[in-house]
């Protein structure tokens, strides 16, 4: 078990200095995540990795509550607060509009979160959500290794599954997504 489970198990029991202990592995988590997706991306991004995880970390331990079972749980939580997060950045940008001239989409979070073009934003959160209907695991899969930027290992680690598994989900929700979003 490691030392986030330990502490989100005693934090989830009362014990207040678990909680205490556990926030700022937390937030050190998130950065860690950030971080190392933003180490070779341009300064000019739209979206920074820092407002990202500084929301992500105020959606996940804002009110203090820690609602999650173990580390897993706390990766699909961190994955789709970050989904979220980026779903309602489009939003304010305009991206109302969608349709014709859709450009190759990147499966990286930085990179989304760097484009210009919240509709590419959009139409990405609409084709994970019917590859979830379609998939549901492959839909997992993909929000772990895309949102959280988990490598295979880690995302068959925390979903216990085993890395095989993994990338057949991640090949099949790859090509989900452009067929999804190629051309028209």
Same mark, same amino acid.
């Given at each position: 078990?490691?030392?986030?489970? #330990?502490?989100?198990?005693? !934090?989830?029991? %009362?014990?207040?200095?678990? +909680?205490?202990? @556990? &926030?700022?592995?937390?937030?050190?988590?998130?950065?860690?995540?950030?971080? +190392?997706?933003?180490?070779?991306?341009?300064?000019?991004?739209? &979206?920074?990795?820092?407002? @990202?995880?500084?929301?992500?970390? &105020?959606? $996940?331990? =804002?009110?203090?509550?820690?609602?999650?079972?173990?580390?897993?749980?706390?990766?699909?939580?961190?994955?789709?607060?970050?989904?979220?997060?980026?779903?309602?950045?489009?939003?304010? /940008? =305009?991206?109302?509009?969608?349709? %014709? %001239? #859709? *450009? *190759? @989409?990147?499966?990286?979070?930085?990179? $989304? +979160?760097?484009?210009?073009?919240?509709?590419?934003? $959009? !139409?990405?959160?609409?084709?994970?959500?019917?590859?979830?209907?379609?998939?549901?695991?492959?839909?997992?899969? @993909?929000?772990?290794?895309?949102? !959280?930027? &988990?490598?295979?290992?880690?995302?068959? /680690?925390?979903? =216990?599954?085993?890395?095989?598994?993994? *990338? #057949?989900?991640?090949?099949?929700?790859?090509?989900?997504?452009?067929?999804?979003?190629?051309?028209?």
């Amino acid at each position: 078990m490691s030392q986030m489970t #330990r502490l989100i198990e005693a !934090a989830r029991n %009362g014990d207040p200095s678990a +909680a205490a202990e @556990l &926030l700022p592995l937390v937030y050190q988590e998130l950065r860690h995540l950030a971080r +190392a997706r933003m180490a070779q991306e341009r300064a000019e991004h739209t &979206l920074q990795a820092t407002a @990202l995880v500084h929301e992500a970390y &105020l959606r $996940l331990v =804002g009110n203090g509550e820690i609602n999650w079972a173990n580390r897993a749980h706390f990766f699909h939580a961190a994955a789709e607060a970050m989904r979220r997060i980026l779903i309602e950045h489009a939003r304010a /940008k =305009g991206g109302a509009q969608r349709g %014709g %001239g #859709r *450009k *190759k @989409l990147p499966l990286d979070v930085v990179d $989304l +979160a760097a484009e210009a073009d919240p509709t590419q934003i $959009l !139409a990405l959160d609409e084709a994970i959500s019917r590859l979830e209907q379609e998939d549901a695991d492959a839909a997992r899969v @993909l929000r772990l290794r895309f949102y !959280a930027g &988990l490598s295979v290992e880690e995302v068959a /680690k925390a979903i =216990g599954a085993s890395p095989r598994t993994v *990338k #057949r989900d991640w090949a099949y929700a790859r090509a989900f997504l452009i067929q999804a979003l190629g051309p028209t």
